[in-house]
């Protein structure tokens, strides 16, 4: 089991950058694949960027890539997303995200964090 818990989020004005964090416990973090979902009023949850669970494998939506970049670090048991260049339209509560791989942590994941705002201001 892996307990998830967001923090980072906020408002920010377009262009901006900020950086989400993921601390998890339970000593099996490394064993999970991560990943990070977004949820905007009215739209659906959506897998914006997922980690294997050594790291060696990413996956971005297209329309976060090249703005946004996951990492994690197995000995704090965190993970990481950094956002540049926000855009009005990346305004969502993200959250954190574990399961068994990264090829079904995207649609599938088995552990959910509670999740945190991030608003991005024109």
């Known amino acids: 089991q892996v307990q998830l818990v967001e923090s980072g989020g906020g408002l920010v004005q377009a262009g901006g950058s900020l950086r989400l964090s993921c601390a998890a416990s339970?000593?099996?973090?490394?064993?999970?694949?991560m990943a990070w979902f977004r949820q905007a009023p009215g739209k659906e949850r959506e897998c914006v960027a997922a980690?294997?669970?050594?790291?060696?494998?990413?996956y971005y939506a297209d329309s976060v890539k090249g703005r946004f970049t996951i990492s994690r670090d197995n000995a704090k048991t965190t993970v990481s997303l950094q956002m540049n260049s926000l855009k009005p339209e990346d305004t969502a509560v993200y959250y954190c995200?574990?399961?068994?791989?990264?090829?079904?942590?995207?649609?599938?994941?088995?552990?959910w964090g509670q999740g945190t705002q991030v608003t991005v201001s024109s």
């Open positions: 980690i294997s669970w050594l790291g060696g494998t990413t």
């Open positions: 339970g000593r099996t973090f490394s064993t999970y694949a």
């Open positions: 995200a574990a399961g068994v791989q990264i090829a079904t942590v995207t649609t599938t994941p088995s552990h």
